[in-house]
């Protein structure tokens, strides 16, 4: 049996594919830049006298007053009015204008390895579809682990952000609150029983712990098992709610930039309903878990007019697989939309300032307009690494558990089969030392797949996947709410 076989060939032709054609052509910046998206340019000094009405010679400093701060002389500062009638000049996003923003090589990393890593995993499935006896290692799941990591990484990079200086009490505050408050959701869910919520993990960990047990008796052991099951569930549960924390702002961005488009829709009745349809399929997508309103309604169930219930059983789980995938689809088409709401949040900084009263330095009104174009990537990464976690986990949950693609037009089951069976023989000691070598190698990965065998993955990325649904419908239906009555309309 070859390990790897064409597995390899596909990641080394996408290797070569990223070192070839990821300079020249990216996914992340044609999203930035060739969507039609509008930023606003802030006043420049000369404009803002002329409002004003700020002659030239009161600014110039007396003799001596001036300094001189990293060898560069410092900017003119003066005050204007905030109520200043200001119209900000607007201009298309462009390639050079993105490459200096905060996390730019950060966000087009990740958007382009994700859309290479997408490309890997269908040409795997295809791949399989097309030689199911073909048992090889699937590299497609170490390109989505990959990228689950980087975005992880990416989420914490820019939660901590949070934590740093002075003035960010508030977001750190929030942020630790909204830890704890989906750790003790996580441990509520937790207790859930299995005919509720079909998350797997009691099948998964009662397997698990047969898997490693017969493992360690093999190996001349004696053990029950590596964990016992409120261990195993407080260490999902503390897991939980450090995700949660770092989905917090990323939803609170995501239903502020939706409150804004509700409103720039408000006579666009067809924008608003897909706006609000994609708002609640991720809600849709958390009640597919809940067996009696989900698998029991559709596969159980049996209507009048139907003979037989609406789906088998193996094909509601290739239905709920295909929802999630388009659910994030219809989220990324629509991130134009989102980030051009959050650009627009430089207009609505500069309307609500001339509401206020007093005065503003030029320096400070300036940075409130350009801030926010320069924190565009940010908002951007906010909004997509909820998605890409989501679908990456659903490959991986797909793959790994043993499911299949088919199972809407095949009406056989494809049953995973208990790993804690088939923990294979050493090989033959009178062979070479290659050949030996290579038997002890096949060994141990046909143990580690006995202990990590398909039922076990479906309990833990089955968890994760829906997990992480919930979170990003918590997280900005939590926004909504926010937007609703705490905020000026």
């Not at 000369?46 to 300094?67: M, V």
Request: proline share 3%.
């Amino acid at each position: 049996m070859a390990l790897l076989g064409a597995q390899l060939v596909i990641t080394l032709v996408m290797i070569s594919i990223i070192q070839k054609v990821g300079p020249h052509y990216s996914l992340a910046r044609w999203l930035l830049c060739s969507t039609g998206l509008i930023r606003y340019l802030y006043p420049t000094d000369s404009e803002l006298r002329q409002l004003a009405n700020i002659p030239k010679d009161q600014l110039k400093w007396k003799k001596g007053h001036k300094h001189v701060e990293n060898g560069n002389q410092k900017k003119d500062t003066f005050h204007v009015p905030r109520s200043l009638d200001i119209q900000l000049e607007t201009c298309a996003v462009s390639p050079l204008d993105v490459v200096h923003l905060r996390y730019f090589v950060e966000y087009q990393w990740l958007l382009d390895f994700t859309l290479y890593s997408i490309f890997v995993y269908i040409i795997t499935e295809i791949y399989h579809f097309s030689f199911p006896e073909k048992n090889e290692v699937n590299l497609s799941m170490m390109w989505c682990a990959l990228v689950i990591t980087f975005a992880l990484k990416l989420l914490i990079s820019l939660t901590t952000q949070y934590f740093k200086g002075e003035e960010s009490v508030g977001e750190r505050s929030t942020c630790i609150v909204t830890g704890f408050v989906y750790f003790l959701i996580s441990m509520l869910v937790l207790i859930v029983d299995e005919n509720v919520l079909e998350v797997g993990l009691d099948v998964a960990y009662a397997n698990f712990n047969a898997s490693t047990s017969a493992f360690l008796t093999k190996q001349g052991l004696q053990s029950s098992g590596l964990l016992s099951k409120i261990v195993f569930k407080f260490f999902i549960a503390v897991f939980c709610g450090f995700l949660g924390a770092l989905f917090t702002f990323p939803g609170l961005r995501i239903a502020k930039m939706h409150w804004d488009l509700l409103k720039y829709f408000k006579e666009k009745r067809i924008k608003q309903l897909l706006l609000n349809l994609s708002f609640v399929l991720p809600f849709i997508l958390v009640i597919l878990w809940i067996k009696p309103v989900s698998r029991n309604y559709l596969t159980v169930r049996k209507f009048s007019s139907f003979s037989e219930p609406l789906l088998h059983p193996h094909t509601f789980e290739s239905v709920r697989f295909i929802a999630v995938i388009l659910t994030m689809l219809v989220k990324m088409m629509l991130t134009p939309w989102y980030l051009q709401a959050y650009l627009d949040m430089a207009y609505h900084r500069m309307e609500d300032q001339k509401k206020e009263a007093g005065r503003i330095t030029n320096v400070d009104l300036q940075k409130r307009i350009a801030a926010v174009f320069y924190y565009l990537c940010v908002a951007t990464l906010q909004y997509i690494i909820p998605l890409i976690i989501c679908l990456n986990l659903t490959f991986m949950y797909k793959t790994l558990g043993g499911f299949s693609w088919k199972g809407v037009f095949d009406s056989e089951e494809s049953c995973p089969v208990d790993g804690a069976s088939h923990i294979s023989q050493n090989g033959d000691s009178s062979s070479s030392t290659l050949i030996q070598s290579i038997q002890e190698f096949h060994t141990s990965v046909e143990d580690l797949k006995s202990v990590f065998n398909p039922i076990v993955f479906r309990g833990l990325f089955g968890f994760a996947t829906w997990w992480c649904c919930f979170l990003y419908f918590a997280t900005t239906s939590t926004g909504m709410v926010y937007q609703s009555y705490f905020t000026r309309s």
